[in-house]
């Protein structure tokens, strides 16, 4: 029978935004629901959730973040690297020990490495690797696989990785890679949604609406028939609500599709401005067939820019889109508010499944995905959403679904269909799923007594010498 968690320390690493890795948060606030104290290290680059702030057993420490240096971007690169590395170090010194340490990957360089160390020379304590993708082939998303740089992350990351005590995984396609070309077992921990990410009700809705048209432009819904004006309290672009206080939707209010992104390589979001150009063209034929559509898409990131200037120089006359920045609290409401969820989230390594298309999935909104390996894992095409390869794809599916938007008897008839599937998705949330299969395996590893003596100083040389020749070999193979 396993130890409990109860009154065990634990550190959670994550070497990245800490508010934009919600996996990580989530495993964070299960840990302290079982009484358990945690360490939670990472950078705050953006708030991370409000119930992990105010936790009396959470504790967040802050990395600082590497300053802009105008060097080679191979120089910035290693110095980054340093830099990582020693913070992160210094903070887990920092801490009391903990009984495990639970790390992100990616990015292995220089977390695993870091962490591995740190538990068998400093505190002899275990390290659990929760694996999200893999660092080399998001390295090799802008290089080649055959580079040096990438060859050597995947040496590191597969040592490292096999050194771990126990390791998470988010798919079965990934745990059978790891246990195959790794010897890695992996237990798979499905990312599922937190109770938060749930369907709402059309005063929610009218309320965020009214809220968010304050600052997103494409929301302002000023413009109303001056026939509903004197029984109209007040109205968003998508609701109204009269004076009695009976809110219904607009019948001529546009669609709205929502997408989040990091706004990073391993998201192609050119295939979907190419499926709006397309989109716009059919609707400004058929304006009576096709609604005005407004695209959402969230999130922060290095492309944005880039995308947003893309975006600047288009001349949709049916077609618009926002890019605003949602606090934590309203983006699962845009979620439940929206009519269809676009994801363009191509996994680098084809074994990782999008978080934002499980937070879709929790609040009952169908999702079109761009097709990799393992998406069938998540999205069944027909059944739960729709899954496109190409640009004329994607904008097909919208013409589908948005055609004589929204008193279309067979898409109404088509999307209860689609609700049903969704509502069995949701039965099981991620604190459920968690104590189901996350807390047996950390109480089966707290049975062995992490104390370090004198006795495991030939295993540290025997562990040097591993690394030297592993690395070697791995470099060679």
């Given at each position: 029978?396993?130890k409990?968690?109860?009154?065990?320390?634990?550190?959670?690493?994550?070497?990245?935004?800490?508010?934009?890795?919600?996996r990580?948060?989530?495993?964070?606030k299960?840990?302290?629901?079982?009484?358990?104290?945690?360490?939670?290290?990472?950078?705050?680059?953006?708030?991370?959730?409000?119930?992990?702030?105010?936790?009396?057993?959470?504790?967040?420490?802050?990395l600082?973040?590497?300053?802009?240096?105008?060097?080679?971007?191979?120089?910035?690169?290693?110095?980054?690297?340093?830099?990582?590395?020693?913070?992160?170090?210094?903070?887990?010194?920092?801490?009391?020990?903990p009984?495990?340490?639970?790390?992100?990957?990616?990015?292995?360089?220089?977390?695993?490495?870091?962490?591995?160390?740190?538990?068998?020379?400093?505190?002899?304590?275990?390290?659990?690797?929760?694996?999200?993708?893999?660092?080399?082939?998001?390295?090799?998303?802008?290089?080649?696989?055959n580079?040096?740089?990438?060859?050597?992350?995947?040496?590191?990351?597969?040592?490292?990785?096999?050194?771990?005590?126990?390791?998470?995984?988010?798919?079965?396609?990934?745990?059978?890679?790891?246990?195959?070309?790794?010897?890695?077992?992996?237990?798979?921990?499905?990312?599922?949604?937190?109770?938060?990410?749930?369907?709402?009700?059309?005063?929610?809705?009218?309320?965020?609406?009214?809220?968010?048209?304050?600052?997103?432009?494409?929301?302002d819904?000023?413009?109303?028939?001056?026939?509903?004006?004197?029984?109209?309290?007040?109205?968003?672009?998508f609701?109204v609500?009269?004076?009695?206080?009976?809110?219904?939707?607009r019948h001529?209010?546009?669609?709205?599709?929502?997408s989040s992104?990091?706004?990073?390589p391993?998201?192609?979001?050119s295939i979907?401005?190419?499926?709006?150009?397309?989109?716009?063209?059919?609707?400004?034929?058929?304006?009576?067939?096709?609604?005005?559509?407004?695209?959402v898409?969230?999130?922060?990131?290095?492309?944005?820019?880039?995308?947003?200037?893309?975006?600047?120089?288009?001349?949709?006359?049916?077609?618009?889109?926002?890019?605003?920045?949602?606090?934590?609290?309203?983006?699962?409401?845009?979620?439940?508010?929206?009519?269809?969820?676009?994801?363009l989230?191509?996994?680098?390594s084809?074994?990782?499944?999008?978080?934002?298309?499980?937070?879709?999935?929790?609040?009952?909104?169908p999702?079109?995905?761009?097709?990799?390996?393992?998406?069938?894992?998540?999205?069944?095409?027909?059944?739960?959403?729709?899954?496109?390869?190409?640009?004329?794809?994607?904008s097909?599916?919208?013409?589908?679904?948005?055609?004589?938007?929204?008193?279309?008897?067979s898409?109404?008839?088509?999307?209860?269909?689609i609700?049903?599937?969704?509502?069995?998705?949701?039965?099981?949330?991620?604190?459920?799923?968690?104590?189901?299969?996350?807390?047996?395996?950390?109480?089966?590893?707290?049975?062995?007594?992490?104390?370090?003596?004198?006795?495991y100083?030939?295993c540290?040389?025997?562990?040097?010498?591993?690394?030297?020749l592993?690395?070697?070999s791995?470099?060679?193979?």
């Amino acid at each position: 029978m396993g130890k409990s968690l109860k009154a065990c320390r634990a550190c959670v690493v994550v070497l990245g935004d800490i508010g934009r890795s919600p996996r990580m948060q989530y495993h964070v606030k299960s840990l302290s629901e079982t009484c358990c104290f945690v360490d939670l290290i990472g950078y705050l680059e953006s708030k991370p959730q409000e119930d992990l702030m105010s936790k009396s057993n959470v504790r967040i420490h802050a990395l600082s973040l590497f300053p802009e240096l105008n060097l080679p971007n191979s120089l910035k690169y290693i110095f980054k690297t340093i830099w990582q590395a020693l913070t992160l170090l210094i903070a887990l010194i920092s801490i009391k020990k903990p009984n495990f340490i639970l790390c992100q990957n990616p990015p292995a360089i220089p977390s695993l490495a870091v962490c591995q160390l740190y538990c068998i020379f400093v505190r002899s304590t275990k390290i659990i690797i929760d694996w999200h993708n893999y660092t080399h082939t998001i390295l090799a998303i802008n290089s080649t696989q055959n580079t040096s740089f990438v060859k050597f992350a995947k040496m590191i990351e597969r040592y490292f990785g096999k050194k771990a005590s126990a390791s998470l995984c988010v798919t079965r396609a990934m745990q059978q890679d790891l246990q195959e070309n790794w010897n890695i077992t992996a237990t798979v921990l499905y990312d599922r949604p937190p109770t938060h990410f749930r369907p709402s009700s059309i005063s929610e809705d009218h309320k965020l609406f009214l809220r968010l048209s304050r600052n997103i432009q494409e929301f302002d819904g000023n413009s109303l028939n001056s026939t509903d004006e004197n029984i109209i309290e007040n109205a968003s672009l998508f609701t109204v609500q009269y004076v009695d206080g009976t809110i219904k939707y607009r019948h001529d209010r546009p669609g709205l599709l929502i997408s989040s992104t990091s706004w990073t390589p391993d998201e192609d979001f050119s295939i979907l401005l190419s499926a709006l150009d397309l989109y716009d063209k059919k609707a400004s034929e058929d304006p009576t067939l096709f609604p005005c559509l407004i695209c959402v898409i969230t999130g922060k990131g290095p492309l944005k820019e880039y995308y947003r200037l893309l975006i600047k120089d288009k001349a949709w006359k049916k077609v618009s889109i926002a890019t605003p920045w949602l606090e934590n609290d309203d983006y699962p409401k845009l979620l439940a508010a929206a009519d269809l969820g676009v994801c363009l989230h191509y996994s680098s390594s084809g074994f990782d499944l999008p978080m934002k298309v499980v937070d879709m999935f929790g609040c009952g909104l169908p999702v079109c995905a761009i097709k990799f390996n393992c998406l069938y894992e998540l999205v069944q095409h027909g059944r739960n959403g729709w899954v496109f390869e190409t640009s004329a794809e994607l904008s097909g599916q919208l013409e589908h679904w948005f055609y004589k938007f929204p008193n279309n008897t067979s898409i109404i008839d088509e999307k209860q269909r689609i609700n049903k599937q969704l509502e069995q998705f949701q039965q099981l949330r991620w604190s459920e799923n968690w104590e189901n299969i996350v807390k047996p395996c950390l109480e089966q590893l707290l049975i062995v007594n992490n104390d370090f003596s004198l006795k495991y100083i030939p295993c540290v040389i025997l562990f040097g010498i591993d690394y030297t020749l592993s690395l070697w070999s791995i470099y060679n193979s």
